[in-house]
């Protein structure tokens, strides 16, 4: 889903692979995102809603697609508010 809103084709790398990688760009200030943030992303937990559709009868009113998408699409236009953690800095 990913590769697809990125219009990316994926690549299967091996994690230690892909950290070592992330690593040296940090180390290099070629990357902004620190190695520690692709540990937390492998780490994410998953949610199952079962218990809020049966109990509840709740229902998501948007997909993840739909979410990533307004996502990329907020970061790409600079949507939100001018917030110091939003503001961002030059890498390098």
Same mark, same amino acid.
């Given at each position: 889903?990913?590769?697809?809103?990125?219009?990316?084709?994926?690549? @299967?790398?091996? @994690? &230690?692979?892909? @950290?070592? !990688?992330?690593? !040296?760009?940090?180390?290099?200030?070629?990357?902004?995102?620190?190695?520690?943030?692709?540990?937390?992303?492998?780490?994410?937990?998953?949610?199952?809603? &079962?218990?809020? @559709?049966?109990?509840?009868?709740?229902?998501?009113?948007?997909?993840?697609?739909?979410?990533?998408?307004?996502?990329?699409?907020?970061?790409?236009?600079?949507?939100? !508010?001018? &917030?110091?953690?939003?503001?961002?800095?030059?890498?390098?």
């Amino acid at each position: 889903m990913l590769g697809e809103l990125l219009d990316a084709r994926p690549v @299967r790398l091996p @994690r &230690t692979a892909a @950290r070592s !990688a992330i690593a !040296a760009a940090w180390g290099l200030h070629l990357l902004p995102a620190s190695p520690h943030l692709f540990d937390a992303v492998l780490r994410l937990p998953l949610m199952d809603c &079962t218990r809020a @559709r049966t109990e509840l009868g709740w229902r998501p009113e948007h997909s993840a697609g739909e979410v990533l998408e307004e996502f990329l699409r907020g970061m790409r236009q600079g949507a939100g !508010a001018r &917030t110091v953690p939003m503001a961002g800095r030059k890498v390098g």
